[in-house]
């Protein structure tokens, strides 16, 4: 008879997600049973969501890759066939130095975005390989790059509003957000306000959760929310709700944002947003009067060509309302930025001056024959096939024969059926990760839980072994495991902090204070400790100036297209545990007038691509908003083809942000 060990150990969950949950997991014999939450990082506060609950199902099920595969069916195909690691990174070192001998290192593309939120998988040995070779730069903006350029000029990118805060707010805005799949842990806080007798307002083209539970919905279409913005900014000037002695001592262009806000009466925002004058006029005056009053704002609203100026406008009315100043007053976006960690500094490689690549672009990049081609794909920490825009673009270039194409993850994708070589990953749960919240306040440094599943390895090991390989490792780069951990703490201006933290609670904690308070002390990280509030850098950067609406060009179809996310998946990670097809949600005034019925087949295009599903008829969308979500794989839809065959590879006004959000399309009844 075999003794059975079970132990309880600590975790930290790094995925894409703002909370960064503490984990407590429960391991059998060296396998995980149970995955549950722990307090250790205080908004956690011992719950987490399902899909963290279910990633025994991830760690152990069968689309898991176990052990490197070189392919052998047609690309698409998913036909592989093992390798030994010795075997397939010689294969891999070849191709990189072949690529580079031939076509330059610029013909070498690193494709990677969140699927790794840690600190030490991402930006550490991977950079230092991809820059030291000469390698494309990829330029991340499927994500948070009009919320970060936004953010970041306006403020410096300053602290927001901790969660608990919300509590004590009379008055919450949950501005394209739906913290009830994306962000949970903010939800309790916002009922505990209202309990207190807090007013709730969200703007969302959907009836989400907590838009049932609000005082006010505005359902405003896609893309619009500029217009709303500037139009309460422009009525709070007007009506002397302006906190004329906020704007002259900590901000600089309030005047010139009141000009720009002039022509948006209620009338014209009225007509932008499709709602009524007299809804935008009673938010006004709720958000001019009552106090504490914070706004949450989320990444729904960025995704469309007018997104930057629209966050630029949203994080404007703190200041304009003078909401700033007092616990629970303020807002709320990526609080990402306040770990202060340099990756340049921690992977010892400054980002060299090669040729950049927006990632939303990357279709159009494979498939157009730039100089130097791409002729090598590394793919890492995403699945670009079912994430980026013009999906039938990128299926196009993962299709040339003449593309290598690496696909280092931990199970199999739909990307990874186009990889000439895979290569298996290893999740949190199996190697260490410093894993931060880019909403809680919480740094988190927790080691394995179990040794890695099958062969796969931890992304840093694997990346410096290509370093070695390829013959671009230097003595003295931080290359273990623990060298890269010191050197990203001693890259951070916070690292005292955080490393007290760490000693004492096993996790860092607020950057100051309890938690700390917007202009009180937590101060904008501009130059002059002012907030800018039409900062010139973004003004000469979006095509109309910054606050400038963008119309056109003139769309032929008639339905806008939103890809919100949800509860089962984290942008497409956990996708393959989502067995079932999803449904496109459709208002009852639109399927109407195309007779379309509920649970009928129905396809959805435009002049990008086409996707067959079912429709599912809700007043839950606005009329003329049609909603897919996003991190659907090929096994969700009719078609296998998802939102992103419909999403524009068109970009925001600001950070060369994505246009998810931004789609126009038809829908039509298939008939039996
Ligand atoms: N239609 C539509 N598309 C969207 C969006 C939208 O709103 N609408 N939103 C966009 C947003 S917000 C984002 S952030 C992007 C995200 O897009 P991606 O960056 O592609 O993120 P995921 O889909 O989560 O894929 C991450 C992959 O990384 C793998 N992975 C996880 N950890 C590791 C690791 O340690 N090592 C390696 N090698 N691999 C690992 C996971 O298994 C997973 O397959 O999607 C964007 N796509
Ligand atoms: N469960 C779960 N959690 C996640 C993720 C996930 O995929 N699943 N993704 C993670 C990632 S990568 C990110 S970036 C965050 C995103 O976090 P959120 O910003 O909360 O997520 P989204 O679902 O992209 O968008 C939020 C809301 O914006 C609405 N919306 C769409 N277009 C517009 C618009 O033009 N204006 C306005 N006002 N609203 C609009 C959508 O209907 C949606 O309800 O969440 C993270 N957390
Ligand atoms: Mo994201």
Redesign the pocket.
């Known amino acids: 008879m075999s003794a059975t060990t079970t132990t309880t150990v600590k975790s930290g969950c790094?995925?894409?997600c703002p909370d960064a949950c503490s984990l407590s997991v429960t391991v059998k014999d060296g396998r995980v049973i149970t995955i549950d939450g722990s307090h250790s990082n205080t908004v956690t506060r011992g719950y987490i969501c399902a899909k963290v609950r279910g990633y025994a199902g991830?760690l152990y099920g069968p689309e898991r890759l176990l052990y490197p595969a070189v392919r052998r069916g047609l690309k698409g195909e998913g036909r592989f066939e093992r390798a030994t690691w010795d075997e397939a990174l010689s294969l891999i070192t070849d191709r990189l130095r072949a690529t580079r001998r031939e076509w330059g290192g610029e013909a070498i593309l690193p494709l990677?975005?969140?699927?790794?939120?840690?600190y030490l998988?991402?930006d550490t040995t991977d950079a230092r390989l991809f820059h030291r070779l000469g390698a494309s730069r990829l330029l991340r903006t499927?994500?948070?790059m009009p919320t970060g350029r936004a953010a970041e000029a306006l403020y410096g990118k300053m602290a927001g509003v901790a969660y608990p805060d919300y509590a004590v707010a009379r008055l919450i805005v949950v501005w394209g957000a739906n913290p009830s799949v994306g962000g949970i842990h903010l939800v309790p806080y916002i009922q505990e306000a209202q309990k207190n007798g807090g007013r709730l307002v969200v703007i969302d083209p959907r009836r989400t959760p907590l838009a049932r539970r609000a005082d006010s919905h505005l359902a405003l279409r896609p893309g619009t929310d500029l217009g709303l913005a500037l139009a309460v900014i422009r009525w709070l000037f007007a009506n002397d709700k302006a906190d004329t002695r906020f704007l002259a001592r900590h901000t600089t262009g309030g005047d010139e944002l009141r000009r720009r806000a002039e022509p948006w009466t209620l009338e014209r925002a009225a007509e932008v947003t499709g709602l009524r004058a007299g809804d935008i006029e009673s938010f006004a005056r709720l958000y001019a009067g009552t106090r504490p009053a914070v706004i949450r704002c989320g990444?729904?609203l960025e995704?469309n060509r007018n997104g930057g100026s629209a966050v630029a406008a949203v994080l404007a009315l703190p200041a304009v309302a003078g909401t700033f100043g007092e616990r629970g007053g303020g807002y709320t976006l990526s609080n990402s930025a306040v770990w202060d960690v340099n990756t340049e500094l921690a992977a010892a490689e400054p980002e060299p001056a090669t040729r950049a690549v927006n990632m939303n672009q990357v279709g159009a990049v494979l498939t157009d024959s730039p100089q130097p081609p791409v002729k090598l794909l590394f793919v890492?920490?995403?699945?670009?096939l079912?994430?980026?825009?013009a999906q039938e673009r990128v299926r196009a270039g993962l299709q040339r024969e003449d593309l290598f194409t690496v696909v280092?993850?931990?199970?199999l994708?739909d990307?990874?059926r186009y990889a000439d070589v895979v290569?298996p990953?290893?999740?949190?749960l199996e190697?260490r990760?410093i894993a931060r919240g880019y909403g809680a306040y919480v740094l988190q440094d927790r080691a394995a839980v179990i040794a890695p599943v099958g062969e796969s390895r931890?992304?840093h090991e694997?990346f410096a072994e290509l370093c070695a390989r390829t013959g671009v490792s230097r003595p003295g780069d931080p290359t273990t495991t623990e060298e890269l951990a010191e050197a990203i703490y001693r890259s951070s201006a916070r690292r005292d902090a955080i490393r007290d933290g760490l000693a004492e609670r096993g996790v860092a904690l607020p950057p100051a204070g309890p938690t700390p308070v917007q202009f009180v002390d937590a101060f904008p990280g501009t130059s002059d400790g002012k907030a800018h509030l039409v900062p010139a850098e973004l003004d000469r950067e979006a095509p109309q100036g910054l606050y400038g609406f963008r119309t056109g060009p003139e769309e032929s179809f008639p339905l806008a297209l939103?890809?919100?996310?949800t509860d089962k998946?984290?942008?497409?990670?956990?996708?393959q545990l989502r067995r079932q097809h999803v449904p496109v949600e459709i208002h009852p005034d639109d399927a109407a007038a195309r007779g379309i019925s509920d649970g009928d087949r129905v396809r959805l295009h435009n002049s990008l691509g086409e996707v067959r599903c079912r429709a599912r008829v809700t007043p839950d969308v606005r009329p003329g908003v049609v909603s897919?979500?996003?991190?659907l794989w090929s096994h969700n839809t009719e078609s296998g083809t998802?939102?992103?065959a419909?999403?524009p590879d068109s970009l925001a006004d600001l950070g060369g942000g994505?246009c998810?959000?931004d789609?126009r399309i038809e829908v039509e009844r298939i008939s039996r």
């Not at 990677?112 to 840690?118: A, D, I, K, L, R």
């Open positions: 790094p995925l894409d991830h990677s975005y969140g699927g790794s939120n840690g998988s991402q499927v994500c948070a990444w729904g995704r890492y920490d995403c699945n670009p079912m994430t980026l825009p280092f993850d931990q199970v994708t990307t990874a290569l990953a290893a999740t949190f190697r990760e931890a992304n694997v939103i890809s919100p996310s998946t984290i942008s497409s990670t956990l996708g897919l979500p996003k991190g998802t939102a992103n419909l999403c994505a998810f959000n789609a």
